[in-house]
């Protein structure tokens, strides 16, 4: 897949996927393989239009979302579907004052040469999102593209979206996020030394330190698989404030305890798949009833997985 940052090379014709596509969930995915097999039937070329930073960014920071995918996993998920050449434009003020018409043609028709555009059924472009896809297609008659626009996709009687997935999250609904999502949610960070009080009760932990813009799911204990380059490993995991060893912390923070294996992490990158919450967060009377409460945690993990792998 060819990745772009610029509209300096001009298309030969194409079919285009346009979107923020945060999360690369299920209903982003039919848009993007749709255009894919699409082209390839019209012996034309695929291409996945974003944008970076999420465009709420610079209209509205205030209402700016955590993110569901940074750019770098954004990239290796589309990739993974297999357009010929991801577009990642820069969202600047520049490009959020173009008009949807002046997005229509400046972009789309001079430096694409569309012959189709795909969306889903909530897409608005051009300055302050005054452009639908009504409109999409009022200019796609004007120029000379096609347009698909996509109707939602229900999982479980809900319409996926990155937003709703972002609420399932918030309520540390990690299963119902990765049936929306297709795949379990993640997130990636760097193992830096804490206060080591895991391992004074034999529960050594390894805290992660991660990107801000990542939506971190609700605190509490998961079931979680670690990546540690190319390997897997099944582990528990606690997001929080950590009230049994800790009296004033404010932010949450991730550790992670990996079963049945020692390593040495630090400095290191993990990525941490969110299976299932297994508790509330608490405060323990003692380090032993916390010590109890994890054997117990490491157990249920135990048993998750060999059901899982059965």
């Not at 960014?57 to 998920?77: F, H, N, Q, T, Y």
């Not at 002046?102 to 789309?108: G, S, T, V």
């Not at 937003?163 to 993640?186: E, P």
Request: glycine share 10%.
């Amino acid at each position: 897949m060819e990745i772009l940052k610029d509209l300096s090379q001009k298309r030969e014709g194409c079919l285009v996927a346009i979107g923020s596509f945060d999360g690369v969930h299920k209903g982003h995915k039919e848009i993007i393989e749709t255009m894919i097999k699409d082209a390839k039937q019209q012996g034309l070329s695929s291409v996945v239009l974003t944008f970076s930073p999420h465009p709420l960014e610079v209209i509205s920071p205030k209402d700016k979302p955590s993110l569901l995918s940074l750019d770098e996993e954004k990239v290796r998920l589309i990739g993974e579907i297999g357009p010929d050449t991801l577009l990642i434009l820069p969202f600047d003020e520049t490009m959020a004052g173009l008009t949807a018409e002046e997005f229509a043609n400046n972009i789309l028709v001079d430096k694409l040469n569309v012959k189709g555009v795909y969306v889903g059924y909530n897409f608005t472009f051009g300055n302050g999102g005054k452009g639908n896809t009504e409109e999409l297609a009022k200019y796609g008659e004007k120029y000379g593209f096609a347009v698909r626009v996509f109707d939602p996709i229900f999982v479980e009687g809900e319409v996926v979206s990155s937003t709703l997935i972002r609420q399932q999250l918030d309520l540390g609904n990690v299963g119902m996020a990765a049936r929306f999502l297709g795949r379990w949610y993640s997130v990636k960070g760097t193992i830096v030394e804490g206060n080591k009080k895991g391992r004074e009760i034999g529960f050594p932990t390894a805290n992660l330190s991660l990107a801000g813009e990542k939506l971190q799911p609700a605190d509490g204990v998961y079931v979680v698989n670690v990546k540690v380059g190319d390997n897997n490993y099944a582990g528990v995991a606690n997001i929080g404030k950590r009230p049994t060893v800790e009296e004033h912390r404010k932010d949450s923070i991730l550790e992670v305890h990996i079963l049945d294996v020692s390593l040495d992490l630090y400095g290191q990158k993990l990525e941490v798949e969110f299976l299932k919450r297994l508790r509330l967060e608490k405060k323990f009377p003692s380090l032993e009833a916390l010590k109890e409460q994890q054997l117990d945690d490491i157990e249920f993990v135990r048993k998750f997985w060999s059901e899982l792998l059965a």
